[in-house]
């Protein structure tokens, strides 16, 4: 019987090699995003293990990066990620992630009504607009998971709190940003966030171009 079980330094360049390509059926996570880091108390926020969905995204479309396999520690421990967005409009850019499709999850804001604004024990989530994704789908407000129980085709959801391991809080106010997204062991509905990252604000004018280059070592 084992009793140790490691990953080689081979096995983990057999990872990062496998995340490359349309093969196997799990889509490489290579498209690049951005956003604003969020609107409500506190913002921008921090990026944690428990985040499925960026805090707000930004208008301008997902950009498919260039990836491969590089060296950190041992030979092509690293998957990378390159890829290039251009702002289209004066804006300050707070957070990149990468997701494994160009397409936008549905999103919308929180409406007046909601009995989770000002509250981390309350159920009721009202929303700008019709909630289009299925019951029983998740969906992040600020920095906590939610998982939607009730409520879909319609303004008016019941939602189950601090899901994936995020804490419930108490901050939520009416405009902050809802957005589908997907905890392990959901797909579909463009919500895998594979990669997020945050950082302080980087002020940008209509035009400014950023490349983010993302990397994320087995070792």
């Given at each position: 019987?084992?009793?140790?079980?490691?990953?080689?330094r081979?096995g983990?360049?057999?990872v990062?090699?496998?995340?490359?390509g349309?093969?196997?059926t799990?889509?490489?996570?290579?498209?690049?995003?951005?956003?604003?880091g969020?609107?409500?108390?506190?913002s921008?926020?921090?990026?944690?293990?428990?985040?499925?969905?960026?805090?707000?995204?930004?208008?301008?479309a997902?950009?498919?990066?260039?990836?491969?396999?590089?060296?950190?520690t041992?030979?092509?421990d690293?998957?990378q990620?390159v890829?290039?967005?251009?702002?289209?409009?004066?804006?300050?850019?707070?957070?990149v992630?990468?997701?494994?499709?160009?397409?936008?999850?549905?999103?919308?804001?929180?409406?007046?009504?909601?009995?989770?604004?000002?509250s981390?024990?309350?159920?009721?989530l009202?929303?700008?607009?019709?909630y289009?994704?299925?019951?029983?789908?998740?969906?992040?407000?600020?920095?906590?998971?939610m998982q939607?129980?009730?409520?879909?085709?319609?303004?008016?959801?019941?939602?189950s709190?601090?899901?994936?391991?995020?804490?419930?809080?108490?901050?939520?106010?009416q405009?902050?940003?809802?957005t589908?997204?997907?905890?392990p062991g959901?797909?579909?509905?463009?919500?895998?966030?594979?990669?997020?990252?945050?950082?302080?604000?980087?002020?940008?004018?209509n035009g400014?171009?950023?490349?983010s280059?993302?990397?994320?070592s087995f070792?």
């Amino acid at each position: 019987m084992a009793t140790t079980v490691i990953v080689t330094r081979t096995g983990d360049a057999i990872v990062s090699g496998r995340m490359i390509g349309s093969s196997p059926t799990q889509a490489e996570p290579l498209n690049l995003g951005w956003g604003s880091g969020g609107i409500g108390s506190g913002s921008p926020y921090t990026a944690a293990k428990t985040d499925v969905a960026p805090f707000q995204e930004a208008a301008e479309a997902r950009v498919a990066g260039t990836s491969s396999q590089q060296t950190t520690t041992f030979t092509n421990d690293t998957y990378q990620v390159v890829a290039t967005i251009t702002s289209g409009s004066a804006q300050t850019i707070a957070e990149v992630f990468l997701s494994d499709t160009s397409s936008k999850p549905f999103s919308t804001t929180v409406a007046s009504g909601s009995t989770v604004i000002g509250s981390s024990s309350n159920t009721g989530l009202n929303t700008a607009a019709s909630y289009t994704p299925a019951n029983n789908t998740y969906v992040q407000i600020d920095t906590e998971v939610m998982q939607v129980t009730a409520g879909t085709g319609t303004t008016t959801l019941t939602v189950s709190r601090h899901q994936n391991g995020s804490t419930a809080i108490s901050s939520i106010a009416q405009g902050d940003v809802v957005t589908l997204g997907n905890p392990p062991g959901t797909t579909g509905n463009n919500g895998d966030l594979f990669v997020h990252a945050t950082f302080s604000g980087l002020p940008l004018s209509n035009g400014d171009s950023l490349q983010s280059t993302v990397k994320v070592s087995f070792n």
